[in-house]
Each structure stands twice: as C-alpha cells, then as structure tokens.
C-alpha cells in the first residue's frame, strides 16, 4: 500500500509539472534541477544604409530572366519615412521575330505600343486615385555592361534618352493599364515602315543568311525604349517582361485586308530598369554613397526598402559569456514595427539577412549552421497589432558560434527587404531590436 500512494504522489507532481511555461524546455534533456534563463540583449548601431548599385538586369552570367520591369513614380508622404520620391524608368529593346516581308502597296494605319500589368502596385489606386502618364522614349545609345562585376546593370547604370515618341494616360487599374497603349510618333512610324516595306540601300536590315547580324543591324538604328513616368504620377507597378506583353505593333493595310506586324520585347539581357531616389529634407538625404549611414537615433527611424536601395545596418550583439553548466536552447531577433492596415506600402512577406562590413558591403548570407538563410518573419500581435513584429530564428547561428572560439565582437549584417529590384515594401523600424538568449542551466 505504502508503494502504491508514493506511485500515486509521483505521478500527480509529474502532471503538476507539466505546463506550457517556457521555462519547461528541454526538461527531458536535462538533469534534475535544471530551469529555463531568458537574456535580453539590445542590438547596437542600428542604422540605415544605401546600396545603389545593385542588380537590375539579367545579365550576361548566371542569373535567370527577368519577368518584370517596374514603372512609375511614388512620392511617400504619409508614412515615417518623413516623405521622398522614388522614380522607376525601365529600359529595354525591340527587334522583330523574322524579318518582315510587307507588300509594296500597304497602307499605314497607326503604330502603337503596349504594355501589360505584371502583378505588383504601390501607392493609393483606391481612395484618391489619379490618372497617370507614361511617356515613351528612343535611347540615344545603349548602356554598357560591367564586365568586372560579371556583365551586369546595375540601378546607377546612366541612360541617355533621346525623343519622346509616344504618350500613354489610363487610370490604374488592371484593366486600364492592360487596355492602354502609346500612340507613336507618325513621322517615326512611317520612316520605320518605309525603311521596312522598300528595303533601301541603307534598309535596317540587311539580308543575310545569319539572321542574328540582320537584328544587329536593326538595333544599330532603332537602339531601345525606356518608358519615363510624369512627375505628378502617384504609383509604382510592375509590367510583364516578355514578348507577348511588350511589344510595338505595326497596325496596315494591303488592299481591303487589315494586318498587324509586332516587333516584341528582345535581347533579355540588355533589359533593365533605372531607380532614382530623391529623400531631399528627409532625414535620409545624407546617403549619399554606399559608404553613408544614418543613425537611429539620428533619424528616429531605420529604413528598408524595395527600388531604394535603403537597408537597415546593425551589429548583432556576440555570444554572450557562457556560464558553466549552461546551454543555449533557442536564440531569436525581435524586430518590433507600427502594423497599419490599408496602408499604401506593405509590409516585405519576410527580411533577408546579409553579412557586410565597415564599409557597407555584401560579403554573404547570414545562415545557421545547416546553410539555412536567416530570414524574419512578421508575427501579427492578434490583441494589439501594433505591437506586432519581425522574428528571426538564430538559434542554430548561436549554437554553432558558441561552440567554436569565443569572439567578443558581433557580426554586422543588413536587413533588406526580398528581391529589391522587384519590390516596393518597406519596413521602418523605430525601437532598437532585441536578441533574445534562452538558455538551459543545470547542475
């Protein structure tokens, strides 16, 4: 009987100890009298960065097609970024698939150019929408690649404009925008067509069994188009990169009998877009290079964003002090931000990681200990949303660095919003981010 109650009292204090208490993890891997130790470390040098030269075409070397180009221009004035303009002009080229065989007796009846929406817009399209005016311009000449940086453009790539040729007004909108062309310039067009219908001695194209010598040809003429926003534009959109969706079409006719000639989107890799940023009396315009930054408790405010450039620069504190018979169990970054419903700027789906260093370079990918990128994710309080926040995940980062030499200086990373060259979220951070340590101490 005796052995009965103290099996009866073991297992009522086994049940009593079972709870979803935090300070309850791990009690299987420990030894008796081991408890939970909860470490909150503040991050240092929180600030923000520009980098203005990334990446905004394909490219000769390893990277994929790019499916989008953004357009338009968005002034910020209602958020904490305290205001700026940012300006996306994307540039491109145009050659047709075959070479035209177009009757000596045609007739032309209009040229146009058309675009179509790619998925992605920033800016107020609901309560206080506006028209908005693209204008479409000849290049003076192709841009050049970097060579040394693998034969990219990157976002401080110059381009030349030459003449407007074309002008298109819609509201935004899927259907307006998908339903809206450039009228082009009639003397260009005819030109064009002429050149096409006659082939002259001095013809843009030249026959020729390599057909990729006659598109040359073509190009040494008509270089590319960039398509420039008006400065009372109010939104930025993405539109389709691909040959069904931009192209200039040749509407003619032979007789009776209507006819369109398209000369679509070409040469993938010579596409690019152009960003401008202008944060003139933000607390921001002192980014000047990539080697500036502003502090957070200069500007009140840490900013990353998509098209800009901005990322937010920090310090992660080092692996603290380690107490003897202690082991860390979990590891997060907190990032805690104003989530506002409804607001005409997302926030990102999730924040990327890098590793830099003193003069603001990428140097990596911050990854835990299985190569695994550290990314944050937004956890949306459900009591209170404003007190919602970006989590990342660095447990096994810490793990694997407490496990190795000890190292009294953090790693300094970026914080930037995902595919920067494609996106227009922001996420501004007003209070410095936390680490948080949890730790198993046992004796």
């Not at 065989?101 to 179509?116: E, G, K, W």
């Amino acid at each position: 009987m005796k052995r009965i109650c103290l099996g009866l009292i073991g297992v009522l204090l086994l049940i009593y100890a079972c709870n979803n208490d935090l300070k309850t993890i791990g009690q299987d891997m420990v030894v008796n009298g081991n408890y939970i130790e909860e470490m909150k470390i503040p991050v240092t040098s929180v600030a923000t960065v520009r980098l203005d030269s990334f990446v905004t075409s394909k490219g000769r070397f390893g990277q994929k097609d790019i499916t989008k180009l953004i357009v338009g221009r968005y002034e910020d004035e209602e958020t904490p970024a305290q205001g700026g303009i940012t300006t996306a002009i994307p540039c491109f080229q145009i050659t047709p698939k075959q070479y035209p065989q177009i009757a000596t007796n045609a007739v032309l009846d209009s040229t146009t150019f058309h675009i179509h929406y790619g998925g992605n817009m920033w800016g107020d399209t609901i309560f206080d929408r506006k028209e908005q005016i693209l204008r479409l311009y000849q290049l003076k000449k192709l841009p050049e690649f970097d060579y040394e940086k693998g034969g990219y453009f990157y976002n401080n790539t110059p381009i030349e404009l030459d003449s407007c040729i074309g002008e298109n007004r819609f509201i935004p909108t899927v259907s307006g925008i998908n339903n809206s062309y450039f009228r082009v310039d009639d003397t260009l067009a005819h030109d064009l067509f002429e050149r096409i219908r006659f082939k002259q001695t001095d013809d843009i194209y030249e026959k020729s069994h390599n057909s990729e010598y006659t598109f040359l040809k073509f190009m040494e003429y008509f270089k590319g188009l960039a398509i420039v926003p008006d400065k009372n534009n109010t939104c930025l959109f993405s539109i389709k990169a691909n040959p069904d969706s931009l192209y200039l079409q040749f509407t003619y006719r032979v007789n009776n009998t209507v006819t369109k000639l398209r000369f679509p989107l070409a040469q993938t890799n010579m596409q690019f877009n152009r960003f401008i940023t202008d944060r003139e009396g933000t607390p921001f315009d002192r980014l000047e290079d990539d080697t500036c930054s502003v502090s957070l408790e200069h500007a009140g405010k840490a900013l990353t964003q998509g098209l800009t450039g901005y990322m937010v620069k920090l310090e992660l504190p080092a692996v603290p002090k380690r107490q003897q018979y202690s082991t860390i169990i979990k590891v997060q970054m907190e990032v805690d931000v104003q989530y506002i419903e409804k607001l005409p700027l997302d926030f990102p789906p999730y924040i990327t990681v890098y590793t830099t260093d003193e003069l603001n370079r990428i140097t990596g990918v911050l990854a835990n200990n299985s190569d695994t990128p550290i990314n944050g994710f937004l956890q949306i309080n459900e009591t209170n949303a404003n007190n919602s926040k970006f989590v990342f995940d660095m447990t096994e980062y810490y793990q694997n660095l407490a496990s190795g030499s000890s190292n009294t200086k953090g790693q300094k990373v970026l914080l930037s919003v995902p595919s920067m060259n494609l996106s227009y979220d922001q996420l501004i951070i007003t209070q410095t981010p936390v680490v948080r340590f949890y730790y198993a101490n046992y004796k």
